[in-house]
């Protein structure tokens, strides 16, 4: 009762200052992914779809992962599955991000437009945004973090023109650094997303 | 769990006899303690002819289970035994002067007889199921970032098993309730995905493998359900689906979601989210519904929730300057105690002691912490850097 007291008027004084700055709070525009389809389901049944695990008491390892057993159905991507990754192409304008944020900055929008432009010009050509962060964070935060950057990159290209179907995300959360280092410098680098160019099998 | 017993038991069982008639189980004392968070003083005990493995052993069980070793004199238990090829041991309460225990195990290691006097110790003294004898999950990655391999160990690091051979990217392994099986998240098929991985038989399948974001899987008490993080709706969400796969549902909203954890009825989904500006932790109906706000105040940007498996607590890393492992009361009847530098809580099937990874230069190492006396140890330690330890309940 008495955390109401105190957050109500606090909540209000909130409201009362966005209304007359007119800063409102946007919610994300959000796509639904294209491709979305329901995983291999009871891989007892259906025979597995990823092969060779290790056991406990084993040898401690398996074999690789054994993709065409079972149907071996990818990872929803089926659009994308096979499409050769040219990640020269566009690296000139990966898109970098404020700390803990995946708003996209307005010094950012040629890169943004270059992308929609090299995407508009090729039209058998599809998108990969990888998400990244600095080490800053914990894992799963990051891992979730990552794939908002990938998003909200895959939105700012929709209000281009690009077909979000023509786009996939991923996020490393903090596992793919491009600098391993760990000042400013580093951590600036690497909140990031990186577009990779797709290009259909020739 | 019965399952779970049974397949340990074959792997290694510890045979226990009485050596005194004297001993019987039926005469524990429970230690009358008052436990606070972190400010609980811890019991004291005396250790004597214990000298190799069995010492060792004694020492880190009982350390993060709230003991602490010290003079005779200013003991209140005396442990006594040996370790001299099999494991011997007897418990004697100086203040009582009673022997509350007195027993020979043979059988399985030493390090395993061990564990069960630690186990035993801890029964005769607490009341409560020791965690000696108890496994983690987790992964291990040689760089500190990138690709890493899934491991399954002893709770206290040793006998490490490497389960998986990707060579991928993997992350938050879960045990499945009573059964040696893992869900975790897994980049092999060049996506994050969410596998099923029995380590009786070696076969896995994939449980989510939507476009976008598959991660954080969180085993439902009763095994049924998993909650996890997908962003195929566009936005990464907490989504519920059955134990194989099958009848999926999103249960939040919010921009910024994250690391789902079960209430131990299986009733609520703990995660963490953003609301009103201010990262927060949240609960929601685990079958959909109104989400409740809790009170994280005191420790900021809360993340990684875990609830204990006997309903009364949430731990979770509070990002301050570092990170730091905090402990609050499920019913908010208090703020959160900031209990030690780390990472990613998960707690002992008895709800006393959380398994957390924390920093030690750039890699991270696994460690153990008694939440009511805040004394750790780390774990054996593994080459590279170790992370998100899941304790097998």
Redesign the interface.
């Known amino acids: 009762m008495k955390m109401n007291q105190i957050v109500f008027p606090l909540a209000l004084a909130l409201a009362a200052t966005l209304a007359t700055t007119g800063c409102k709070h946007t919610p994300m525009k959000v796509t639904p992914i294209y491709g979305s389809q329901a995983p291999n389901v009871g891989g007892e049944n259906g025979g597995p779809t990823i092969g060779g695990g290790g056991v406990m008491g084993g040898d401690g390892g398996g074999t690789g992962i054994n993709t065409s057993q079972g149907g071996g159905n990818t990872t929803g991507l089926d659009e994308f599955e096979g499409m050769i990754k040219d990640p020269a192409a566009l690296a000139a304008h990966t898109i970098h991000f404020a700390f803990d944020s995946a708003a996209i900055k307005k010094s950012e929008d040629s890169n943004v437009s270059a992308v929609a432009s090299a995407l508009s010009g090729s039209a058998n050509d599809k998108l990969l945004i990888e998400g990244n962060c600095d080490e800053r964070g914990t894992e799963e935060y990051n891992r979730a973090l990552g794939e908002r950057r990938a998003l909200a990159a895959r939105e700012a290209l929709a209000k281009r023109g690009v077909s979000p179907d023509r786009i996939r995300t991923i996020s490393y959360g903090k596992d793919k650094p491009t600098d391993p280092g760990h000042d400013d410098a580093a951590w600036s680098k690497n909140r990031r997303a990186d577009f990779i160019l797709l290009h259909p099998k020739p | 769990m019965k399952k779970l017993f049974y397949t340990l038991a074959a792997?290694g069982f510890v045979i226990v006899t009485a050596n005194s008639a004297r001993s019987q189980e039926d005469v524990v004392d429970i230690h009358k303690q008052i436990e606070t968070l972190g400010n609980t003083k811890p019991i004291p005990v005396a250790l004597s002819g214990f000298t190799g493995e069995g010492a060792e052993v004694l020492k880190f069980d009982l350390t993060v289970q709230g003991f602490s070793f010290v003079a005779p004199d200013a003991a209140q238990y005396l442990i006594s035994g040996s370790d001299a090829g099999v494991v011997t041991g007897s418990l004697t309460d100086k203040f009582a002067k009673r022997v509350l225990l007195s027993r020979s195990y043979n059988g399985a290691s030493l390090r395993r007889q061990a564990h069960a006097f630690a186990d035993d110790i801890v029964f005769a003294i607490t009341g409560k199921k020791g965690i000696g004898q108890t496994k983690i999950a987790y992964k291990s990655q040689p760089?500190g970032?990138?690709v890493g391999e899934i491991y399954?160990s002893d709770f206290d690091g040793a006998n490490a098993?490497?389960?998986?051979?990707?060579n991928a990217?993997v992350?938050?392994p879960a045990w499945a309730p009573g059964k040696?099986a893992l869900y975790y998240t897994s980049y092999?098929?060049?996506?994050?995905?969410i596998?099923?991985?029995?380590?009786?038989?070696?076969?896995?399948?994939?449980?989510?493998?939507?476009?976008?974001?598959n991660?954080?899987a969180a085993v439902s008490p009763d095994g049924s359900k998993i909650a996890m993080?997908l962003?195929?709706?566009?936005?990464?969400n907490i989504w519920v689906c059955n134990a194989?796969?099958?009848n999926?549902k999103q249960i939040s909203h919010g921009?910024?979601?994250?690391?789902p954890t079960w209430s131990p009825d299986g009733s609520w989904i703990c995660f963490?989210t953003k609301h009103?500006?201010r990262r927060r932790l949240a609960k929601v109906p685990a079958g959909g519904g109104t989400v409740q706000y809790l009170?994280t105040t005191g420790a900021p940007n809360p993340?990684?929730p875990d609830w204990s498996p006997d309903g009364k607590w949430i731990a979770f890393?509070s990002?301050m300057h570092d990170?730091n492992l905090c402990v609050m009361p499920v019913d908010g009847t208090n703020t959160p105690a900031v209990l030690v530098e780390g990472?990613?809580p998960s707690w002992s099937p008895n709800s006393r002691t959380l398994v957390f990874n924390r920093s030690m230069g750039?890699r991270q190492v696994l460690s153990v912490l008694d939440v009511f006396t805040k004394q750790y140890k780390d774990c054996a330690r593994a080459t590279g850097s170790s992370?998100?330890p899941a304790w097998a309940k």
């Open positions: 792997v760089a970032y990138g399954v098993q490497r389960i998986t051979k990707d990217i992350a938050k040696l092999a098929l060049d996506n994050p995905d596998f099923y991985h029995s380590l009786t038989t070696g076969q896995r399948s994939k449980i989510a493998a939507y476009s976008g974001l991660t954080s993080v962003s195929k709706s566009g936005s990464a194989d796969g099958s999926l921009d910024e979601d994250s690391s963490a009103s500006e009170n993340t990684e890393t990002q990170f990472q990613n750039y992370s998100q």
